[in-house]
């Protein structure tokens, strides 16, 4: 009777402290519920079959906008609702517990440090990778998260852990969806890879990121460089795996037995031809959103994603090839837009003039929290510069000044400007030495060297930038929005209000005359007819 009365008040403990631990993020009312569908009446327990089901990924058709998919990516997909419910759910028997259940829940979604995210995401992916009889150069030293990890990873590795994460937030936002959710379309994100593999290769590898095939690089990136580079430029990225497992124990039924395999077959999806035509692809926008957290960040991540009825167009506020190239065009489509806003210029650089070959194609963006306004000096609380591509960076603030966005039109009001200040847009830096430029006619960009900038963090903003100031012809400039349906209906109130004032001051009252004799348009007439005429003056 001892000896079963401590074992009870064990296990009460033990339940205790991992309700407890769930609690703390909200998330036990929805594990009750989760559990009471998933588990045996019979054995009030949850059978492992059913845990691996639940985490399964099945898609009929399977596409994607980079040149190559690696073969064994599909199977890699295969094996991840096993792998989830092998490395979280631990259990010695076919089944799992209650207190199994909420431990599980906790070591995948509880409140981690970011490093411990990191390495979990990564123990999944060498979990995978093993029961897909993939190999794979990384070794653990324990079973604990924070354990640590050493070996190396390549290009390939890289570019199929990224796509493993966004095959896990497309089945978040496309779970309503159904025709979405038969579809996988997997997006280019070579500039990911690259930006992975430049920051942890070696020096001297000889990488020339200009004309490169990420599947064909057999550079081996250290495990330690990879995690520091996942640190600084994706934190979000360990948010796919959490969200993926909510969502699933949330919503999965039993009834939902349907787990073929997802290299069924290929084809096309037409989910992502909305950001085709536009610089803002899904695959830079999703590593633009992997750079934030909170609404801007799921904000942003509505481009890459297919919603019901909510579609993209709305965001994007100006397009330079649509509303035609110029700094006054710019402003008559961005005017009264009081959200964050993201700019992204297509600018080359070279001997395109010449007829030369060596011409470099890139672009840069920058994502500010408040809007334009049209000042002389510099302004903004906050935001943050990105390479886009051919390699991928972002720039955040360094919190030393706050000379964040410049952007000026030509003064109105004014007939003479002793100091005139420059007309056009600009980003980091100090007058006359911006970080980022683009004139007023939307035809040259120019960017200097970091060491001119003290807002931002230093850094090239395309390949080889070097020294000197580099002048590109610019290609194309857009802007989108992201502060939602309320700054979108405050921009149009803002807009209506001054078509109003346009339309009151070019209308002219003629009651507002007392005569014709007193009226201007007399005077002046008189004055022309006779200017020489003696006339009495009104005391």
């Known amino acids: 009777m001892g000896a079963s009365s401590s074992t009870e008040q064990k296990v009460s403990a033990e339940q205790r402290e991992v309700e407890a631990l769930a609690a703390s993020t909200g998330a036990l009312p929805m594990l009750q519920k989760a559990f009471s569908r998933l588990a045996d009446p019979q054995t009030n327990a949850v059978p492992l079959k059913t845990l691996q089901q639940c985490f399964c990924l099945s898609y009929e058709n399977l596409s994607s906008e980079a040149p190559k998919m690696p073969d064994c990516f599909p199977l890699l997909l295969d094996n991840l609702g096993s792998a989830i419910a092998d490395l979280f759910f631990m259990t010695q028997k076919e089944a ?22 990191l390495n979990t995401l990564l123990k999944l992916y060498a979990v995978t990778r093993t029961k897909a009889g993939l190999p794979l150069k990384l070794e653990f030293v324990s ?11 390549l290009a390939n590795d890289v570019l199929m852990l ?75 990225l360990p948010d796919c795996l959490t969200q993926f497992v909510h969502e699933r124990l949330q919503n999965f039924h039993v009834a939902e037995d349907q787990c073929a395999s997802s290299s069924s077959s290929v084809g096309d ?12 692809t899904c695959g830079r926008a999703w590593a633009i959103s992997l750079t934030l957290r909170g609404a801007i960040s799921e904000e942003i991540s509505q481009v890459c994603f297919p919603r019901n009825g909510d579609g993209t167009e709305g965001n994007l506020l100006y397009q330079s090839s649509l509303h035609g190239r110029a700094l006054n065009r710019f402003w008559s489509n961005i005017e009264g837009y009081k959200g964050p806003l993201l700019i992204l210029v297509s600018a080359s650089s070279g001997d395109e003039h010449e007829g030369s070959t060596n011409v470099r194609k890139w672009i840069v963006g920058a994502l500010m929290q408040n809007g334009f306004e049209n000042r002389d000096l510099f302004y903004g609380s906050s935001g943050s510069l990105y390479a886009i591509s051919p390699v991928f960076l972002v720039f955040s603030s360094t919190g030393k000044e706050k000379n964040f966005v410049y952007s000026h039109l030509h003064a109105t009001g004014k007939v003479y400007e002793p100091h005139r200040k420059p007309v056009g847009i600009a980003f980091g830096g100090s007058m006359g030495n911006e970080r980022v430029f683009l004139d007023e006619d939307f035809a040259r960009i120019t960017i200097r060297h970091h060491s001119t900038d003290k807002t931002y963090q230093p850094g090239s903003l395309f390949p080889d930038q070097g020294f000197l100031p580099v002048e590109a012809f610019i290609a194309e400039v857009e802007v989108w929005g992201f502060g939602g349906r309320g700054a979108k209906e405050v921009q149009h109130s803002y807009k209506k209000r001054e078509e109003l004032f346009t339309a009151q001051r070019r209308k002219v009252d003629l009651k507002t005359f007392a005569s014709w004799d007193d009226s201007p348009e007399k005077m002046m007439m008189d004055m022309v007819s006779d200017p020489n005429a003696v006339r009495r003056e009104d005391r």
């Open 269 to 280: 999806s037409s989910s992502t031809k909305t950001c085709k035509s536009t610089l803002l």
């Open 162 to 236: 990224l796509w493993m994460c966004w095959t896990m937030s497309w089945d978040v936002r496309t779970s309503t969806i159904s025709k979405a959710k038969a579809n996988l379309s997997l997006p280019d994100i070579n500039h990911l890879v690259l930006s992975a593999v430049t920051s942890c290769a070696e020096v001297g590898s000889g990488l020339n990121v200009w004309h490169c095939e990420v599947l064909g690089l057999e550079v081996q990136l250290p495990v330690g460089k990879f995690l520091t580079w996942a640190f600084k430029t994706v934190p979000s």
């Open 143 to 153: 079973d604990d998260a924070d354990c640590k990890i050493s070996g190396l990873l």
């Open 96 to 117: 799992v517990t209650w207190v199994e259940f909420v431990r599980g829940y906790s070591r995948c979604c509880g409140r981690t440090s970011a490093s411990i995210s």
